[in-house]
């Protein structure tokens, strides 16, 4: 579940990228540590 979502959250930070309709780098900030968070806890969810 929580590799979909961080799919999901990668589809819609390159769909922000490609539109004009963004909140400035504030919201690709946001997402990128969304990803970086859900990562770290799969990662370490294999490890224990």
Known sequence: M???IAVTLIILWVL????SYTM???IHI???I???VILL???RGRQL
């Open 16 to 19: 922000g990228l490609v539109s």
């Open 24 to 26: 400035g780098g504030f």
């Open 30 to 32: 946001l997402l990128v």
């Open 34 to 36: 969304a990803v970086v």
């Open 2 to 4: 929580l590799e979909t």
């Open 41 to 43: 806890r799969l990662i």
